[in-house]
């Protein structure tokens, strides 16, 4: 083993950025890559905003892609692990040494593969990082088993975070140890970026390339062409509004596995040319800013959505599955809808036929989203959150 651990260690490069000279960092995050995904986006928001606190951050990304790097403040180090495989103990070992050169008092790993790392690499260090977890996933798909291992990954950790309430019960029964250790932050978005009319001309030209009239109906939703994120469903959705008559569009912003199937889809119900794919995009508002609706209607993974946040804070009524945190994040009938995963066919395309009809009602609910995504999860409330996990050790 130190046989390979120094064959690793010398192989450290430029890319890892340790250096010897570099102040000791306050804080290292671990994430999977920099690729445009909301647990990443808030990453590189949190990492720039606690830096511009005076907390010396540090990044560690177990592989690419590195979409968002060039957000990231230019004195914010950051190190590429370049991981091979599925579980590479070349990337422990590094993560390792960085730790042990570095000795960050906190290491927070960004969800449940990383804590396998991050726990991974502390075993055995001279010193003891405080290893904190943060969790996104608030369902699994499959077996309980992999549920249970994470937990018992999750246990080897000093502090848990959650993104919302929900989650944290998902995760442990209340009043236990382990749910004692553990706590909620919400996510935060920043509303001065997130605010429309900064992304009007843009988004009316981009309802324009659609070839949407002044009153058809946008919905919309951000995320990656997967499975979990059930967009199969907004094709199923928008084929019955059609058969309805009602004029509407649909905009997928994402990228992924499925985008072809998804596609094909739209040409076998017939409704491509109301069908707009987007891609993946660096700069969400021109989308977001476009819709009437925004729809977000996951069966899984979701704990409190980023997406769905700045949605809200673009003034945007939004319609969320029942998972995670979801009614959390807004109250039923006032800033949207929360359906449960099982009721979304039937009830998608009458909420939202209801909400084509009533103009009013769509304007008074992007209005309460908005107002609430402000009040209640702003960034700094998320950053204040993390400052008082860094220096307290726990969060208020």
Known sequence: MNALADASLARLDAADSTG???????VLFLLNNLGFGGSERKIVRLSN?????????????????????????RDLRLTKLERRGKFSLRTVLRLREILRAEQPPTVIAVNLYQA????AAAVLLSYRPRTVALVNTSTFRGSSLLKRFYQWVLSRCDHVVHGSQA???????????????????????DADHFEHTGSFEASRRLRESFGLRPESLLIGTVGMCRPEKNQDVLLGTLKRLRVARVDAHLVIAGDGPLRAQLERRAQELEIADR???????????????SLDIFVLPSIAVESFSNAALEAMAMGRPVILSDIGGAREM??????????????????????????YADR????????????????????????????????RGDVE
């Open 20 to 26: 010897a000279d570099a102040p000791r960092p306050d």
């Open 49 to 73: 905003r606690l830096k511009d606190d005076g907390v010396n951050v540090r990044l560690a990304c177990l592989n690419g892609p590195y979409a968002l790097e060039s957000g990231i403040r």
């Open 116 to 119: 396998l790392y991050v726990v």
């Open 167 to 189: 989650q944290r019960d998902f995760w442990f029964r209340r009043g236990s140890r382990a749910w004692e250790n553990s706590s909620v932050i919400y996510n935060g978005v």
């Open 275 to 289: 069908v707009h794919f987007a891609g993946a995009v660096e700069d969400v508002r021109p989308v977001l800013g």
């Open 330 to 355: 807004i109250g039923d009938g006032v800033e949207g809808y929360v359906v449960a995963t099982s009721e979304l066919d039937a009830r998608l395309p009458a909420l939202i036929a209801a909400l």
């Open 360 to 391: 009013r009602k769509r304007v008074q609910m992007g209005l309460a989203a908005r107002d609430r995504a402000v009040n209640h999860f702003s960034v700094p409330a998320m950053v204040a959150g993390y400052r008082g996990l860094l220096s």
